[in-house]
């Protein structure tokens, strides 16, 4: 596949059925871990794309269909950078907890036009349960709240330092 610029696959691509039966002599049965369709060549795309695809059955083998209906959703895309700030969660009273860095740059590619900024609804943060479980003391940036309009995000740093005081 392959995207006018400022385009993209919202998603997997979807195929139905997802799943066939597939029929034949257990020898050539026990070494089937997948039947594969005939290549899908999408190229430019700008808009959804959907079409039916024909199944590559292996020689000896048959299948409960000859082939599936793929469908794929395309949107148009911007890219918004913002400074972000990193927060902390589920740390106790008793302990005192920072975040180094406090801030992270975040990029984020949403459904043109865009509504609301994400930045101002999305939390990004470190667990202290998981900042525990560490064995460094570096955790991973978390996100909650990301509004649906988002495809995708790039986030830098995407582990960060946690130190720990307890009082």
Do not use: H, W
């Amino acid at each position: 596949m392959s995207f006018e610029d400022q385009y993209t696959a919202i998603g997997e691509m979807q195929l139905v059925p997802d799943s066939v039966y597939v029929y034949g002599e257990a020898s050539r049965l026990e070494n089937i871990e997948m039947i594969r369709t005939r290549p899908i060549n999408l190229r430019n795309l700008k808009s959804n794309a959907n079409g039916k695809v024909r199944l590559d059955a292996p020689v000896g083998i048959r299948l409960s269909d000859e082939e599936v209906v793929y469908s794929l959703e395309v949107s148009r895309y911007v890219e918004l950078s913002e400074t972000v700030e990193i927060k902390y969660r589920n740390v106790p009273d008793n302990v005192n907890f920072e975040v180094l860095p406090s801030t992270a740059q975040v990029v984020f590619r949403t459904v043109f036009p865009v509504g609301v900024n994400p930045a101002r609804r999305a939390e990004f943060y470190v667990d202290y349960q998981e900042y525990q479980k560490s064995l460094t003391g570096r955790c991973m940036v978390l996100c909650d709240k990301l509004p649906s309009s988002v495809i995708s995000y790039r986030i830098s740093p995407e582990v960060v330092d946690c130190l720990v005081n307890v009082r």
